[in-house]
């Protein structure tokens, strides 16, 4: 078992940029497949992106793809999402996930292992 904790998140001015980071501790980091999902007021938590175990491949959900970034610093037992350009819309709770699996997919339910979540919210 993982344990997830996000932190990085606040309050930042549309077209601005943030990187939210994830710091998994209690279990092997690397055997981790990790995804970012997040969650704004009345809607369904949707998926952000995700990054293989091995850091070498990520992906994205298409209408993100080009302004974030996943990557991820084994060492460190981290995972980071830098967020660029950012939108008021992107304003939610961000959480990372970890699957035991080389990679991981978009669905909530295959992701065990979840963070508290971090709050961004990007002003107009």
């Known amino acids: 078992q993982v344990q997830l904790v996000e932190s990085g998140g606040g309050l930042v001015q549309a077209g601005g940029s943030l990187r939210v980071s994830c710091v998994a501790s209690g279990g092997t980091f690397s055997l981790y497949a990790m995804g970012w999902f997040r969650q704004a007021p009345g809607k369904e938590r949707e998926f952000v992106g995700g990054i293989t175990r091995s850091g070498v491949t990520t992906y994205y959900a298409g209408s993100l793809k080009g302004r974030f970034t996943i990557s991820r610093d084994n060492a460190k037992n981290t995972v980071y999402l830098q967020m660029n350009s950012l939108k008021p819309e992107d304003t939610a709770v961000y959480y990372c996930?970890?699957?035991?699996?080389?990679?991981?997919?978009?669905?909530?339910?295959?992701?065990?292992?979840w963070g508290q979540g971090t709050q961004v919210t990007v002003s107009s």
């Open positions: 996930a970890a699957a035991d699996r080389p990679w991981g997919t978009s669905r909530r339910n295959e992701y065990p292992y």
